[in-house]
């Protein structure tokens, strides 16, 4: 497989079926979610949901908004794209523990794009901090090889 | 320093802080805790991410 196809699935350049209609050369927005230890959330995720997300004082369902600052790209034979900014919860509460975070697309419908786990925690008047991995062809956050 | 608890914001001075941390292949977890009289007032987490385990699916089906 050619690795600009790789590079470029990830900026939306491709379509080999009926949609989405793009209808703006802007980047799309992503947003990321905390799950439950208990939900059910893994690669056969299709789209954000409440089901199993966090709740709790200071949490807004659907999470916060992913920086991607820096444009997808490619190394080697792998596309890669990672977060530009940790991830950040502020100043809240959530008292049952969770271990899953869902990245997905909230300008196409909520849809999934990846879920990563990680030690089940809990948070007082707190903060969540989620910091990214290098941003690289071998540990980015989103790649394809 | 003041430090954001579930009682409002409090001198740091006041608490009994604590904070451990660990590492393993996916992820480096660290936490600090403030309590005052026993009672869990403030829990802080940050979780470092070291690579992507679920896009390495992702990679495997693709590549």
């Known amino acids: 497989m050619c690795t600009s196809f790789k590079g470029e699935l990830l900026t939306g350049t491709h379509n080999f079926g009926t949609a989405p209609t793009r209808a703006t050369t802007a980047a799309d927005t992503f947003k990321a979610a905390l799950y439950l230890a208990t939900a059910t959330i893994n690669a056969s995720t299709t789209a954000y949901t409440t089901t199993g997300e966090v709740s709790g004082t200071g949490y807004t369902a659907g999470g916060v908004t992913v920086t991607f600052g820096t444009a997808p790209s490619t190394s080697g034979t792998t596309a890669f794209v990672t977060p530009s900014a940790s991830i950040t919860y502020s100043s809240v509460t959530l008292s049952t523990a969770f271990d899953c975070v869902l990245i997905y697309n909230s300008t196409q419908s909520n849809k999934a794009v990846s879920v990563h786990t990680f030690g089940s925690q809990t948070v007082t008047a707190g903060t969540f901090t989620l910091t990214m991995p290098v941003n690289d062809a071998s540990t980015g956050l989103i790649r394809l090889a | ?63």
Do not use: F, P
Not at chain 2, 7 to 35: A, C
């Open chain 2, 1 to 63: 320093m003041m430090i954001t608890t579930t009682k409002g914001d409090m001198e740091e001075s006041l608490l009994q802080k604590s904070e451990g941390s660990l590492e393993n292949d996916k992820e480096i977890i660290s936490w600090v805790e403030y309590r005052l009289d026993d009672e869990l007032v403030h829990r802080s987490v940050h979780v470092v991410l070291k690579q992507s385990v679920a896009a390495d699916g992702v990679a495997a089906a693709i590549g």
